[in-house]
């Protein structure tokens, strides 16, 4: 069967990292990015001149009819897909809870919460045994926020990956049973351009020293972890959320 594989939010950070490594591994690549095409053309230009297959489409998984058409184009492009990997997230500037607006909360959700559901149901109508597809996986990130809360930062951002392990717990005992399996990734402090999003781009540093391991994490750890889920070798894995955090 022919391995083809969307990221979201794949043009930078653990959504690249996770990109070139299932390239590695033989998928066909689509990664979905919503502003930064010069980086999404980047990787799918590396990719592509390594002997790989990879397509870059511009995407706001917080709009349902952009996720529509993005699927629609992976399978006019390259297929029905048999692995989502919903990367695609946001935050924003640092705050406490009171100084939010209900504007920002939704933001949030949109994209985080909303989108990865869109992306799912997608996927599902064409991986799963009752919609006549051959089975698949779908990897969600979520965080270590989720349990830790971000308090004074991100609670707002913790919520919604709080979400996404509600959703991966439910989606997974849904679709078992036709060929899916769904599990989760719970990143802690990793060395990407999110932590500059939030107005600290420095925030892995400050905080390395809560880590067990004394250290910030690589996208490239994540990644591994990632593909690990989708492999043969996790084939009896689902509803599971593997914590890729130096056990922070």
Sequence with gaps: MKKIILVTGGSRGIGA??????????YAVCISYLSNQSAADALVA?????????????????????????????????????????????????SRVDEMTAERVARIFATNVIGSFSCAREAIRRMSTRHGGSGGGIVNMSSRAA????????????????????????????VAAEGIRVNA??????????????????????????????RGGSADEVARAVMWLLSEDASYVTGTNVDVSGGR
């Design 185 to 214: 990734i719970s990143p802690g402090l990793i060395y990407t351009d999110i932590h500059a999003s939030g107005g600290e781009p420095g925030r892995v540093d400050r905080l390395q020293d809560s880590v067990p391991m004394k």
């Design 46 to 94: 590396s990719i592509n001149v390594k002997g790989g297959t990879a397509i870059a489409v511009r995407s706001d998984v917080a709009v349902d009819a952009d996720v529509v058409r993005l699927f629609e184009q992976i399978d006019q492009t390259l297929g029905p897909i048999t692995a989502l990997v919903n990367n695609a997230g946001i935050l924003e500037q640092q």
């Design 147 to 174: 349990r830790l809360g971000a308090a004074g930062e991100y609670v707002d951002y913790a919520a919604s990956k709080a979400a996404i392990d509600t959703f991966t717990i439910g989606l997974a005992k849904e």
């Design 17 to 26: 990292a996770i990109a070139q490594r299932a390239a590695d591994a033989g």
